[in-house]
T-cell receptor, first 110, second 113 residues
Framework: DAKTTQPPSMDCAEGRAANLPCNHSTISGNEYVYWYRQIHSQGPQYIIHGLKNNETNEMASLIITEDRKSSTLILPHATLRDTAVYYC???????????FGAGTTVTVRA | NAGVTQTPKFQVLKTGQSMTLQCAQDMNHNSMYWYRQDPGMGLRLIYY???????DKGEVPNGYNVSRLNKREFSLRLESAAPSQTSVYFCASSEGGAGNTIYFGEGSWLTVV
């Protein structure tokens, strides 16, 4: 049973903001939303995570809806190096493991 | 900044051969993981170790064994390799606990012929 639903692919223009949606309608109160990305042939890279509040770091912003059933990862100024597969993962705080789905393949075009 | 180091990076095995993938982390993390990734697929958890001295099965443990040698090292062994085990293997580590971030190695490409 998939806990998250993401579009299989999306394109965005270099220099523009990239908004990556994720649905997690069955999320529980103690489950975090994580975002990772995987650039071709490399190990996945942590981007950001959150529980209830919106979060921002040097890489991205995470916007979680008030009902927590969906979230959006925002890459504020996409570059060609942001081309990757982006994974949205929901996992309880006490769970040591993360389950990766198929993710969204993001292609940034010049 | 070594982070998570995996060896070997590439390996070709014949069906029935055995081998061990080595993994070490230098971040003093409590938890370690082994994932596999087949072409065009997401990562699937093979085994994990929540803390030194413990190991648990993940989503796809069949055909594998693991050893948490100490806090730094977590090895994955294929006792009798099969072509279905051709994959990219990723080791990872985390502090464990609430909101933990997992850090991944660069992967080991294994081909079983």
């Amino acid at each position: 049973d998939a806990k998250t639903t993401q579009p299989p692919s999306m394109d965005c223009a270099e220099g523009r903001a990239a908004n990556l949606p994720c649905n997690h309608s069955t999320i529980s109160g103690n489950e975090y939303v994580y975002w990772y990305r995987q650039i071709h042939s490399q190990g996945p890279q942590y981007i950001i995570h959150g529980l209830k509040n919106n979060e921002t770091n040097e890489m991205a912003s995470l916007i979680i809806t008030e009902d927590r059933k969906s979230s959006t990862l925002i890459l504020p100024h996409a570059t060609l190096r942001d081309t990757a597969v982006y994974y949205c993962i929901v996992s309880p705080s006490e769970d040591y493991k993360l389950s990766f789905g198929a993710g969204t393949t993001v292609t940034v075009r010049a | 900044n070594a982070g998570v180091t995996q060896t070997p990076k590439f390996q070709v095995l014949k069906t029935g051969q055995s081998m061990t993938l080595q993994c070490a982390q230098d971040m003093n993390h409590n938890s370690m993981y082994w994932y596999r990734q087949d072409p065009g697929m997401g990562l699937r958890l093979i085994y994990y170790s929540a803390s030194e001295g413990t190991t648990d099965k993940g989503e796809v443990p069949n055909g594998y064994n693991v050893s948490r040698l100490n806090k730094r090292e977590f090895s994955l062994r294929l006792e009798s390799a099969a072509p279905s085990q051709t994959s990219v293997y990723f080791c990872a580590s985390s502090e464990g606990g609430a909101g933990n971030t997992i850090y991944f190695g660069e992967g080991s490409w294994l081909t079983v012929v």
